[in-house]
């Protein structure tokens, strides 16, 4: 009996998805619970995965096909193994070896007779894989269920052939044989935008158009915060299994300046100013597919050690796509860090419907004047993006000098001044 395979429920805040990824083929066994499908939504990717081990025998939507939720995406087979599909008239794989059989000569008759017979022991998958490159049956050692071929020990003698080929010295080809790339090309590739990438366009433009938005720069010492590392680093690791990070402080720092400033921490929902009563801080993450912002529900509530705990398991999770839409959903206030790439001084734009983002930049020594004296000290410049729709310019230098305030001393954050 057939097995519907379906999109996941998105929520409310995504309409629909993209099929990005099959990572099965149709004809092939899976197991339960193995990654079928990915799918790609403007937030996250997602995962589907077989419910049940069989046979994946239909694939309705194709790559790069748009997909509602719970739309049916391909159909399993529980019941099939990958022998039983051998059996069906239909397929690719079905055809795969007779079109392989007229590649040999009558002198090679033999080995072709015996290439057939062995072929039986191989799945659908395997087969084609072996037509497709041109590979005997017989050159292929079966490690399945009674010698039997599977794809794996296709690809393993295809790989084995490459590096045998890789390692045999190249032919001299003669000067003239190579072609010199002209200098006058200028070459161009065209490639689609992801839907996150997309997503994370619509919203930059609606947040510039929509939002009356400022900056205001300020600076901060880091030497308190630095020494304070220093002296700490190896007693917190040890207690706490983590490194303490500058991310860390700085979250604290804005916590308790929000606590100070709400109208920072508010949004605009049409004509009303909603005041939120929690502190869930955005954290920004670059990857490779484009910027994300996963948020720390109840930073208020949580100490040093475990807000850099989760910032890190962030990051570990944005690099592998494993972000879930929770994650990234809501969030007060958020915190953007350009110094991780150098950026030493930059205006961060608004992350709507929040109200105000605060970025970071590089650490930069710089010569500063000290009760009358030159000293060279760590130094940061901080930028504070708000909208001014909500934030007036007094309430916003305000916030941004008592963050500088806490991260330059840092007992302030404990004596709660």
């Known amino acids: 009996m057939a097995t519907e395979i379906k999109a996941p429920q998105f929520p409310e805040s995504v309409a629909d998805g993209t099929v990005a990824t099959w990572h099965k083929q149709e004809g092939e066994a899976v197991k339960r619970d193995e990654l079928l499908v990915d799918i790609e939504t403007d937030k996250v990717v997602l995962e589907v995965v077989a419910p049940s081990d069989g046979v994946l025998t239909k694939i309705l939507a194709q790559e790069g096909d748009t997909v509602e939720s719970q739309q049916q995406l391909g159909e399993l087979d529980a019941n099939a193994t990958a022998s039983a599909a051998e059996d069906k008239p239909s397929g690719e794989a079905q055809d795969a070896p007779k079109e392989a059989a007229p590649q040999e000569e009558k002198a090679e008759q033999p080995a072709a007779r015996e290439d057939d017979s062995a072929s039986d022991q191989a799945g659908p998958a395997a087969r084609k894989l072996m037509s497709e490159h041109g590979i005997a049956a017989n050159q292929v050692t079966g490690t399945g269920k009674g010698g039997r071929i599977t794809k794996a020990d296709v690809e393993k003698t295809i790989s084995d052939k490459a590096e045998q080929r890789a390692s045999q010295p190249a032919p001299q080809q003669p000067a003239a044989a190579e072609v010199p790339a002209s200098p006058g090309e200028r070459e161009e590739r065209r490639v689609p935008m992801t839907r996150l990438r997309k997503r994370i366009a619509e919203r930059l433009v609606d947040a510039q158009q929509s939002a009356a938005m400022l900056t205001t720069f300020n600076e901060v010492n880091m030497k308190p915060i630095m020494d304070m590392r220093k002296h700490y680093q190896p007693e917190f690791e040890k207690a706490h299994n983590v490194r303490l990070g500058f991310m860390g402080f700085f979250t604290r720092a804005c916590v308790e300046a929000l606590k100070r400033f709400p109208a920072v921490n ?16 955005g954290v920004a993450v670059s990857t490779e597919r484009g910027l994300v912002v996963p948020v720390i529900r109840d930073a208020d509530q949580k100490g040093l050690a475990e807000v850099e705990s989760q910032i890190i398991d962030f990051g570990q999770k944005a690099q592998k796509g494993k972000l879930s839409i929770e994650e990234m959903t809501g969030g007060t ?31 930069q020594e710089r010569p500063m004047a000290v009760d009358g004296k030159v000293e060279i000290l760590p130094m940061m410049y901080l930028a504070l993006s708000y909208d001014h729709r909500l934030i007036d310019g007094k309430e916003a230098v305000q916030f941004l000098v008592a963050v500088k305030n806490f991260i330059e001393d840092p007992a302030r954050l404990l004596l709660d001044i």
């Open 333 to 363: 206030f958020t915190i953007s860090n350009g110094g991780v790439f150098g950026s030493l001084i930059s205006t961060p734009i608004l992350n709507p419907p929040q109200t105000a983002i605060l970025g970071m930049h590089k650490i």
């Open 266 to 281: 508010a949004s605009i929902d049409g004509d009303d100013i909603v005041y939120h009563g929690y502190y869930d801080v």
